[in-house]
């Protein structure tokens, strides 16, 4: 079994700082992207930043500037810095990551739950 867990919502003023973190935890061989998504009330999910190796990170433009994913190899876990927090940032914030399991030959996608942030103004 895999389990992806995040932590680190909350409640927070517009202007503020959270920071998410997702850990990866089972029967894993390996792990290659690491990324979050968030959906909003009545809104698909999204993407928000992608985390694949080092200098390889992707942002969706409404949180380039403000949000920076991390990741910490030895924990299998990815972290979401978010600065300058609006309230459209309000949203389920979901991690999701490749992973191939000991003697599977193909990574596959798992996702976690979610942990709730909500910006208010």
């Known amino acids: 079994q895999v389990q992806l867990v995040e932590s680190g919502g909350g409640l927070v003023q517009t202007g503020g700082s959270l920071t998410l973190s997702c850990a990866a935890s089972g029967n894993i061989f390996g792990i290659a992207a690491m990324a979050w998504y968030r959906q909003a009330p009545g809104k698909q999910r999204e993407f928000v930043a992608r985390f694949i190796s080092g200098e390889n990170t992707n942002y969706a433009d409404s949180v380039k500037g403000r949000f920076t994913v991390s990741r910490d190899n030895a924990k299998n876990t990815v972290y979401l810095q978010m600065n300058s927090l609006k309230p459209e940032d309000t949203s389920v914030y979901y991690c999701?990551?490749?992973?191939?399991?000991?003697?599977?030959?193909?990574?596959?996608?798992?996702w976690g739950k979610g942990t709730q942030v909500t910006v208010s103004s």
């Open positions: 999701n990551a490749d992973i191939k399991r000991y003697g599977a030959s193909l990574y596959l996608k798992y």
